[in-house]
Every structure is written in structure tokens, then in C-alpha cells.
């Protein structure tokens, strides 16, 4: 053997040597690492069963609202004009005034109007004498039919002149036609008017009315004469129901007008305020729970998780009904069932978990 190919032998043989050696020292230091490692760190198992904690929930009786904002107006709102042509002699109330039925707001000169109706008077009593001796001869044969129809005609002419000057003379007068308040004079002492020109307009408060819109989906909720509420913007609420419902929707808005009626005694509330209605609906069976429990699933369905009989984790769908300041009402879930309050957001649908209820952390603790 040469020099040459025994140096090759020696250096495989030493390179086989080393390599066994380094291999011999990685097995012993994974096998020594492994046992030195703290428990918590030591290669897990398959995968064990997530631990939640739960809460018995029960239904309860829940009456669901519309919320809907309004505005307050007068039941009744008129522009009271002049009947006659004339000059306004005399204003009897001002702009914010309250009248009853009947007061006088105004008045105009009278003019002739008062010997006018006195001559428009005596000329039906001349009328009524020429009838009445008409009348007379004509049964006596001296008088024809057409000579005592003619008198009759002049008399029944005579009184509806008489009416229409007394008529005139009243309307110098210008009255409330309700009770109201004057939300504006539109004239002073020393107007001229033309007939039918606006002199006032008044306003009743009492009842007050509340319009608002509602849309199509509460539209059909709504009854004709049901109880309902409105909060004015000091937090004041009132009591009222319902006295219209629009057949016609709003073009634009695709929106119902309704009216909201009630008391205003003492015409507190005024007309363009701001409302809050709220209109009752009929009771349900929900739950109360708080919104920090809801989930979402993968098809993006809000809902919340529960945990069966069988200790699976299901996820329910909801519906919103309504809300406090701190929860709020849903439906969709069983009467009774015991949802997830803590580990929610780490267990999936249908996942078996190992869970403990409020209830028994609450014995435990005593």
C-alpha cells in the first residue's frame, strides 16, 4: 500500500468517526433537552376541550316601540278675511292673543249700511202690506193670479235685499270663528280692504298635534286611534293617541304622514317643536342582554352564541327589537338557554366545550 492511498483510507475513515460523533451528540441533546423543559412547554397532545363560561337567560315580556321624530301643530289654523269692502275702524287683539269663539277682532266703518238696512226694512213692510191687500181682493175676485203672484214676488225680492243689507252690516265685525290664539294681525287702523282680503290669522293649540313620517316598514304596524307618547326636548312626555294615518304616501320619501293628538291645557306647548313620538307595539317574549355578547358568523349574520344539552356551542341569529341604555332586547333565541359569556369569541360552531355556568362559579365561591 502507498503512502498516497493509505493518508485516503485514514481520512474517510476519520470523517466517518466525526460524523457518527456528530450525530450521537444531537440525539442526546434533543433527548436531554426534552426532559429538561418546564411541563407547560412539553410537546402537547391533541388538542383539548376549550373551557367557557355560560348564563341562563329566560324570555321576558318586552313591548317593542316606534321611534320617530315629529313636529308640534295647531289642529286647526285659518285666515280670517273680510267679507265686505270697507275701512278698518277699530282692533280689538294683537298677535299672540287668546280668543274664544265669537270675539271680535276687528271692525269696519259701517257707512250707510245702517240706513240702508232700515230703508231695505220698511220697504218689505210696504211689500208686505201690498200682498196682504192683493191677497184680499183676489178672493174677492177683484185681483188676478198673476197680479197677487207678482206681489209675492216683489215681497220675497224686498226680503233678500233686507237679508243681504243686514248680512253686510254684520259683517262690519269681524269675529273669531274658534278659540284660538291670533298668531298674526295682518292690518291696522285706517285700512282700506277689498272683500276677501286677510285681516288675521288664528290658530288652535288645544288639542296639539304632532306630524311625523314614518316609513313603509312601520306603516302597516300603526292603528287609527291606538295609545302613544311624545317626549319634548326637556324630557317632558305626554300622553296621546293617534288620530290619522296618511292612505298616500310621499312621492319622494316613499314616507306616511300620521297625526299624534293630545291635551295642551293652557296652550304650554308650542306650535314647530321638535317631537319625539313613540308608539307602542305589541308585547313579545325577548331576551335582555348586552351587546359586547353578539357575534358575527361567516356568512356575516349577527347572532349570539349558546351551548346545548349536549355541551356544543351553537350560534343563533337575532333580531333586534329594541334597547336600553346599557342592553338590549333580541329575539330569535330559545325561551331558555344558557349563552356564552366568556370564551365566546374563541369556540367555533358545533365545537364541544367544557363549560361552567355563573350559578356554579357562585357556589364554588362560597
Not at 492511498?5 to 485514514?10: D, R
Not at 373551557?51 to 321576558?60: D, I, S
Request: with cysteine.
Amino acid at each position: 500500500m502507498t503512502p498516497s492511498k493509505s493518508s485516503v483510507i485514514i481520512a474517510v475513515i476519520l470523517a466517518v468517526l466525526v460524523a457518527g460523533w456528530l450525530f450521537s451528540g444531537q440525539i442526546f441533546d434533543v433527548a436531554s433537552t426534552t426532559k429538561l423543559l418546564p411541563e407547560f412547554q412539553q410537546p402537547t397532545s391533541p388538542k383539548t376541550v376549550a373551557k367557557v363560561q355560560t348564563r341562563k337567560l329566560k324570555a321576558q315580556t318586552y313591548i317593542p316601540s316606534i321611534f320617530v321624530t315629529g313636529q308640534t301643530e295647531s289642529s286647526r289654523a285659518v285666515t280670517i278675511r273680510t267679507q265686505i269692502t270697507g275701512k278698518i275702524s277699530k282692533t280689538t287683539v294683537n298677535a299672540g292673543d287668546s280668543v274664544s269663539k265669537g270675539d271680535v277682532i276687528a271692525q269696519l266703518y259701517p257707512e250707510d249700511l245702517p240706513i240702508r238696512l232700515k230703508e231695505a226694512e220698511a220697504r218689505v213692510k210696504q211689500r208686505k202690506i201690498e200682498f196682504s191687500a192683493a191677497k184680499k181682493l183676489s178672493i174677492k175676485g177683484f185681483k188676478t193670479e198673476t197680479k197677487l203672484a207678482a206681489a209675492f214676488a216683489d215681497l220675497q225680492s224686498a226680503k233678500a235685499h233686507a237679508k243681504r243689507v243686514k248680512i253686510d252690516y254684520e259683517n262690519t265685525v269681524i269675529r273669531a270663528p274658534f278659540s284660538g290664539i291670533l298668531s298674526e294681525r295682518l292690518v291696522e287702523n285706517g285700512d282700506v280692504l277689498k272683500k276677501f282680503e286677510p285681516i288675521a290669522e288664528l290658530i288652535d293649540l288645544d288639542p296639539l298635534i304632532i306630524a311625523a313620517y314614518v316609513s313603509e316598514r312601520d306603516y302597516l304596524k300603526i292603528v287609527k286611534g291606538q295609545s302613544a307618547k311624545a317626549k319634548l326636548r326637556s324630557g317632558r312626555e305626554i300622553d296621546g293617541q293617534i288620530r290619522f294615518i296618511s292612505p298616500v304616501a310621499q312621492k319622494n320619501t316613499r314616507t306616511f304622514k300620521i297625526e299624534f293628538e293630545t291635551k295642551n291645557f293652557k296652550i304650554r306647548i308650542a306650535e314647530g317643536i321638535t317631537t319625539k313620538l313613540i308608539i307602542p307595539m305589541p308585547p313579545i317574549l325577548a331576551h335582555q342582554l348586552s351587546a359586547s355578547l353578539f357575534s358575527l358568523n361567516k356568512d356575516g349574520h349577527l347572532g349570539v352564541k349558546i351551548v346545548n344539552a349536549e355541551n356544543k356551542v351553537k350560534f343563533i341569529p337575532i333580531n333586534i327589537v329594541g334597547d336600553s341604555a346599557e342592553t338590549v332586547f333580541v329575539t330569535g333565541l330559545p325561551d331558555i338557554c344558557e349563552i356564552i359569556v366568556v370564551g365566546q369569541g374563541f369556540v367555533m360552531d358545533n365545537e364541544i366545550v367544557d363549560s361552567v355556568s355563573e350559578a356554579q362559579l357562585s357556589d364554588r365561591k362560597r
